[in-house]
């Protein structure tokens, strides 16, 4: 702008009291550049810089992550227990059942052998018996006509006397054969009561057995159950207190980082940066000085004023840039 103008500008806005606004449009894109170069700038420093630098690392000190391995029951459930213990029994009751029968059914057997044995040979005495006496008549009868004696009372009355005899026989090898078959029939009553008495015995042997096994054995899940309880218990108590202890840590941790960050930033903002901090704003300080002194008073004044990134990326140096734009002529 040339000193005619500027001027003339001034002696308009003495009579109007009127302020011109500059046009800031054409170098915005110029300060886009700017902010983006400051903003790669302020993220390499933040990446390498370490403000925490000669501190303990809390997550070295207490480790953000311990194994606290609880216990969980993985043997059977009540049901379960009932259901297996009940099975195993039932097989052992079914396996000595089974012996018993084949035992007393042998035994029952042959007394069943004995008693066909007994009807068989019964039946082949009175078949004997039987033919004897058929012979003895037909003895009796030849000899009474031999002797002229057949129509006589004496025929009948012989027959008779053999019929009787006959029969007498018949009834004692019946009647033998009863009393062999009554003692085999108690035999075989006594054998099965004894067999029923076995079974009944292993019932109750082994229903004993079976209770106080699943007792045992239920007694034994819920004790390991209390000691896995017990256990996840204490460990729960240490892991509160290890959480507990870790929070403590950290907070003590952050409270002494705090502190003395904010001892930095007081001593910032009393002598300046310092160090690489120091040396890193002084170049973005440059950048943006270039580029604002080298365009026109005013504009650089509203945009620097409206520029928040800038004001972030240059921290302390912001107010310098500004005093320094305020300092330029024209």
Do not use: C, H
């Not at 933040?46 to 480790?63: H, K, M, N, T």
């Not at 009393?179 to 004894?194: G, R």
Request: glycine share 4%; net charge negative.
């Amino acid at each position: 702008m040339s000193w005619w103008s500027d001027f003339k500008k001034k002696v308009k806005e003495f009579f109007t009291g009127e302020t011109e606004t500059p046009d800031t449009s054409p170098y915005i894109e110029g300060q886009n550049k700017i902010n983006e170069q400051l903003k790669k700038m302020d993220e390499e420093f933040e990446a390498s810089y370490d403000p925490g630098a000669g501190y303990d690392d809390i997550s070295d000190l207490v480790p953000e992550e311990v194994e606290f391995v609880y216990r969980e029951y993985t043997g059977d459930d009540e049901n379960t227990i009932k259901d297996k213990t009940t099975q195993k029994y039932k097989d052992i009751i079914d396996s000595e059942t089974e012996t018993v029968n084949a035992d007393y059914g042998g035994r029952i057997g042959q007394i069943e052998t004995k008693k066909d044995n007994a009807v068989q040979g019964a039946t082949q005495e009175t078949d004997e018996l039987d033919k004897e006496y058929d012979q003895l008549e037909k003895e009796i009868r030849n000899s009474l006509v031999e002797k002229g004696m057949y129509r006589s009372s004496i025929k009948d009355s012989q027959e008779e006397r053999n019929d009787e005899l006959r029969q007498y026989d018949i009834d004692r090898v019946n009647a033998q054969l009863d009393s062999q078959l009554a003692t085999y029939d108690a035999d075989i009553e006594k054998l099965k009561n004894e067999q029923d008495a076995a079974i009944g015995e292993l019932n109750i042997k082994y229903a004993q057995k079976l209770q106080q096994e699943i007792d045992d054995l239920l007694a034994d899940r819920q004790k390991q159950i209390d000691e896995i309880n017990k256990y996840n218990n204490d460990l729960k108590v240490k892991e509160a207190e290890y959480t507990e202890d870790r929070l403590l840590a950290i907070e003590k941790q952050l409270a002494e980082r705090m502190k003395n960050e904010l001892e930095i930033k007081e001593l910032e903002q009393t002598v300046g940066y310092a160090g690489e901090k120091a040396e890193n704003y002084e170049q973005r300080y440059q950048i943006a000085y270039d580029y604002y002194m080298n365009i026109p008073k005013e504009v650089a004044t509203i945009l620097i004023d409206e520029n928040e990134d800038l004001r972030k990326y240059l921290g302390n140096y912001y107010t310098r840039l500004a005093a320094a734009v305020q300092k330029k002529q024209g």
